[in-house]
Structures are given as structure tokens and as C-alpha cells.
């Protein structure tokens, strides 16, 4: 009986022993030895950015978001190195798990606003999101959780110029914190928000393995086959958006498709009564379609701060400082097909208002114009059939028994 004990506790001790070897071979001798040179593309986090980070870790951003682009990942930017990790002094927030994009290099993607706004409902930018709203973050949190994730990156406020050691996107400034009730030192962009875009956008262009943008190009080897097998010759959209750089290819999709000369010349007015002529009632019914069509898209992007019917008063409104759109002012009805899809794909700068071209493909900010020129021209939705608005919804009556009261 006796050897047997022995025979446990030998092997135990033995075991204990090559653990404790093992552990202090990859674990602690590199933690002392291991000093791997200051990098020269980023700079130390502020106290604000700190704090941030905390927010960051306390909130658990990282059970739904990871900080680490690997080689493989698309349209994430450029890849991680090591350095970028260097002055977490209170562990990595690397996370494991991807339910919403990595955010290694999030800084200078959106304006400081866009991540306030989407943190307070993430709802508001993104119908649909299921990521959580923290509208409970206090003022400064939001702001010190924003600077953190502005940090992130090679275009983040963080990123230094190799050569020069300078900051490279960001300065230092000094902020009143009402919560210390002192000035402290934080890093602001140098750039305004429209040059600031143009520069991290050409940043990412310039890393073909990680396109920034849902080109035409893509679109094509995407879909090219199947517009080919249906069509025979590129989609319109494809025109429009190429029509950009080139007014020529823009007039020769005119041409080339009577729909979308239809849609720049033909006005979306509803008429006084339906014509009697079938040809020209189809016409009318073709636009109502067509504009429906984006209703849909329209509802489920734009309608929480545009609101349902397009009159600007989305629940999200009241939160901005510049309110978004109102298509049933007078100036709306004049604009053109072209004016809409540009306005629609590029966003408007120093405002909310994101710019689609990075989210909706050509086709559908397509109809998107359609449904908004519908709405411009006739104040509203008109006769577009479908969802009904909120205060057309009748309330269910109160004569009509409880359930509960049914169930005693
Ligand atoms: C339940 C999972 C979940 C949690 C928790 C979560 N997110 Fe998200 N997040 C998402 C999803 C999904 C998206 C994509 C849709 C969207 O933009 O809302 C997203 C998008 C984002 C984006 C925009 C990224 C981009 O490139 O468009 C940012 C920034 C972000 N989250 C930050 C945060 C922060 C900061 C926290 C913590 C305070 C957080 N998230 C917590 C799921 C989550
Ligand atoms: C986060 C809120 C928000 C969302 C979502 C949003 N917009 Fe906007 N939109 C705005 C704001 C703010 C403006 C700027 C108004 C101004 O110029 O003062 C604007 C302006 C516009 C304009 C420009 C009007 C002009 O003056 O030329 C168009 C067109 C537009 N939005 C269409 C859309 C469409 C289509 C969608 C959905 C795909 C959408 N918006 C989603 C906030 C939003």
C-alpha cells in the first residue's frame, strides 16, 4: 500500500517540476528579456486614449470586435506588425471573436461624430446592426472611447511619419476636461474631415490586397458574367459611376438605355389623372415601381434620419447637430438623376450623412435617386403603395378585450 502512494507522488512532483520549467522558459524569462526596439510608427497612447482603451475593455468591444488584421482579411487595411501593439503596458485587446470588423485600423476611417453617433445607436448609421447602443457612456467617455479608435492604424492619430518621427495625422492640443476640471494634452486630426477622407482613402487604394471601396471593377468580376449572359453589354450603373471621370460615358449610356435618359429627362410628378392611353399609364406605373423599389432600400438605410416619408424627421434627427435632408423642400424637385446618385455616393462632408459609395452598390443607389426624385417632385410618397407610415397604422381599439382580463 505504502509504494503505491509513492508511486503518485514522485510522478506528481515530477510533473509539477516540468510545468513550473516550461513556464518559466515562455513565460517569464521572456517578459524579462524579451525588449524589442521602440517602434518608429506610433507614439505612446495620452491619458485620454488610455482611458479609452479601458472603456474599451470594460464595455467587452473585444468580445464582438478584434484588433489584429491578418494577411488573409479583406478590406480590413493593411496588415498588423508588432509594433503596433508595443505600448499596450495593460495587455493586448486582440480579440478572438469577428461579429462586427476589425478594428486595427479604424482611426481617421469615419469622422469623430460618425463614431459618436454610431455609439449611441449604432442603429442610427447602420439599420440592422446588432451591436449594442451605449448611449449610457457619458460625454467624455464617448469622446475618450472615439480617440481611442481615431489611434488605431496607419492613418490613425497614433501612426508617426517613419522618417521624420513626426506626428504624421494628428497634433496635440490642449482640451478643458470638465471631469478633472483642467486642461489636458489630447491629439486632434491635423487635417479637416474632406481632405482627411481623400488622404486614408488613397491610403487604402494604394493597398491593392485590401480594397477600401466597392469598385465597378469588383462589381464586374462579380456580377460581370451575369449581366453579360442577360445583357451584353456592361450595367448602366456601371456607366453612371465611370461617368464620374468621364462626361462622354455618361451621355452614351443615355443612349444606350431608354430607362435611365427616362429617368433624367421624364419628370416623376404624379399626374392630375391617370391617362387613358395604356402606353402612357404603364409609363406612369413603371416610375412608381421603380421608385418603390428604393423605398424599400430607403426605409432600411436612410429612413432614422431622413425619416419614412422624407421630410427630414427621422428619430435620429434631434441628435445631430446638422440635421439631415428635407426632400420635400422646393429646391429637391429640380434636382437630376445624376445630382441624387452623386449626392448619395459621395455624402455630404463635415455632416452625418455617410457616403454610401462604400456600403451600396451602383444599382441600388440607382433607385435610391429614383425614390428620392419621386418624393421631391410630389412632397411625399404620393401614390406609392406598400408599408404604411407610423400614424397611418390604426391603434387597436380600446374596446377590444385585454388578454389578460380574457384569460380570468
Ligand atoms: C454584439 C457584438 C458587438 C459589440 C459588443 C460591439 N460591437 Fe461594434 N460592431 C458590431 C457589428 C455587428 C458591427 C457592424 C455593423 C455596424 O457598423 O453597426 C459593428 C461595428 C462597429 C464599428 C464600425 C466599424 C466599421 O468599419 O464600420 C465600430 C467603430 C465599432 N463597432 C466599435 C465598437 C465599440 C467601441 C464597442 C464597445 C463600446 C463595440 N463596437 C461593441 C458588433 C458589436
Ligand atoms: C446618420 C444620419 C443619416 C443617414 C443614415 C442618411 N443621411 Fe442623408 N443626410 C444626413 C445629413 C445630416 C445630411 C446633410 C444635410 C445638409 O446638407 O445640411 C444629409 C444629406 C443627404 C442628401 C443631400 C441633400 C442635398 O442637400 O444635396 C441626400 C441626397 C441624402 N442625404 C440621401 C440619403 C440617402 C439616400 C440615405 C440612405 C442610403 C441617407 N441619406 C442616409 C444624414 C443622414
Known sequence: MTTQRTNYLYPAVGMGLILSAIIFVVVLVPRWTFRPPQPKDYRDYTAQEQRGRTIYRREGCWYCHSMASRPQDWDHGPKSKASDYFYDHDGHLLGSERSGPDLANIGGKFPDEYHKLH??????????????????????????????????????????????????????????????????????????????????????????????????????????????????????????????????????????????????????????????????????????????????????????????????????????????????EDKFANYKTDTWFWRISRGVPATQMPRWEFTLKPDQRLYLAAFLKYVAQNKGLGKLKGMPLPDQIPLPSAAAPARAVAAK
Open 119 to 328: 455609439h449611441n445607436n449604432p442603429r442610427y448609421v447602420k439599420p440592422g446592426s446588432i451591436m449594442p447602443r451605449y448611449d449610457y457612456l457619458t460625454e467624455q467617455e464617448l469622446t475618450d472611447l472615439t480617440a481611442f479608435l481615431q489611434g488605431n492604424g496607419p492613418n490613425g492619430t497614433r501612426a508617426l511619419d517613419v522618417h521624420t518621427g513626426e506626428m504624421k495625422w494628428a497634433r496635440f492640443t490642449k482640451v478643458y476636461n470638465p471631469e478633472l476640471g483642467k486642461d489636458e494634452e489630447v491629439a486632434v486630426w491635423k487635417h479637416g474631415v474632406e481632405e482627411r477622407e481623400a488622404i486614408v482613402a488613397a491610403a487604402y487604394e494604394s493597398h491593392p490586397e485590401t480594397p477600401f471601396k466597392y469598385t465597378a471593377e469588383i462589381e464586374e468580376l462579380l456580377y460581370g458574367t451575369t449581366h453579360e449572359a442577360q445583357n451584353a453589354k456592361p450595367a448602366l450603373s456601371q456607366l453612371i459611376e465611370k461617368a464620374f471621370e468621364n462626361d462622354k460615358a455618361l451621355e452614351k449610356a443615355r443612349e444606350e438605355d431608354a430607362l435611365v435618359s427616362g429617368w433624367n429627362e421624364i419628370s416623376f410628378r404624379e399626374p392630375e389623372a391617370m391617362p387613358t392611353d395604356t402606353v402612357e399609364a404603364g409609363k406612369v406605373e413603371k416610375r412608381r415601381t421603380v421608385a418603390n423599389q428604393g423605398r424599400g432600400l430607403f426605409n432600411n438605410q436612410c429612413s432614422a434620419c431622413h425619416g419614412l416619408d422624407g421630410n427630414g424627421h427621422g428619430w435620429a434627427a434631434p441628435s445631430m447637430t446638422r440635421r439631415p435632408a428635407n426632400f420635400w
